[in-house]
C-alpha cells in the first residue's frame, strides 16, 4: 500500500507563492509512479491540476495554471512538488496528491489513479 503524505499548504494572499510536497511513503525498490495534483473546491467538482512522468521528463498542466504552476520530481525518488506563483483568489481549494500504480499514459482524469493523499488547503485571498 502507498500513502501520500502533502504538505506545504496555507493561507495567502493574491499574487503570492506557495509551493506543495508530496512524499510516496512507501514503493517497491526500482518502481517509479507517475504523480500529479487535483484540487477541488468547495462546492465543485475535483479538477485536475497537474501531473508528472514516472521519470520526470514531461508535466502536464491544466490551461487554467499553464505559465503559474510548476511541478517537478525529485530524482530517484517518488516525491513531487508543485510550486505555485502569482496565486489567485481562484485558486482556493484542497489539494490533493495523487499517484498512479501502473502508467497509463493519460494523466488528467482522477479514474486512472490508484492512491490519493488526504489534501491539503489552500487559501489566497483578495
Known amino acids: 500500500q502507498v500513502h501520500l503524505v502533502e504538505s506545504g499548504g496555507g493561507l495567502v494572499q493574491a499574487g503570492d507563492s506557495l509551493r506543495l510536497s508530496c512524499a510516496a511513503s512507501?514503493?517497491?525498490?526500482?518502481?517509479?509512479?507517475?504523480m500529479g495534483w487535483f484540487r477541488q473546491a468547495l462546492g465543485k467538482e475535483r479538477e485536475f491540476v497537474s501531473a508528472?512522468?514516472?521519470?520526470?521528463?514531461?508535466?502536464y498542466y491544466a490551461d487554467s495554471v499553464k505559465g503559474r504552476f510548476i511541478i517537478s520530481k525529485d530524482s530517484g525518488e517518488n516525491t513531487i512538488h508543485l510550486q505555485m506563483n502569482n496565486l489567485k483568489p481562484e485558486d482556493t481549494a484542497v489539494y490533493f496528491c495523487?499517484?498512479?500504480?501502473?502508467?497509463?499514459?493519460?494523466?488528467?482524469?482522477?479514474?486512472?489513479?490508484?492512491?490519493w493523499g488526504q489534501g491539503t488547503q489552500v487559501t489566497v485571498s483578495s
Open positions: 495523487a499517484a498512479q500504480l501502473y502508467n497509463s499514459g493519460s494523466y488528467s482524469q482522477a479514474v486512472n489513479y490508484d492512491y
Open positions: 508528472i512522468t514516472w521519470n520526470g521528463d514531461k508535466a
Open positions: 512507501e514503493r517497491a525498490s526500482g518502481t517509479y509512479y507517475p
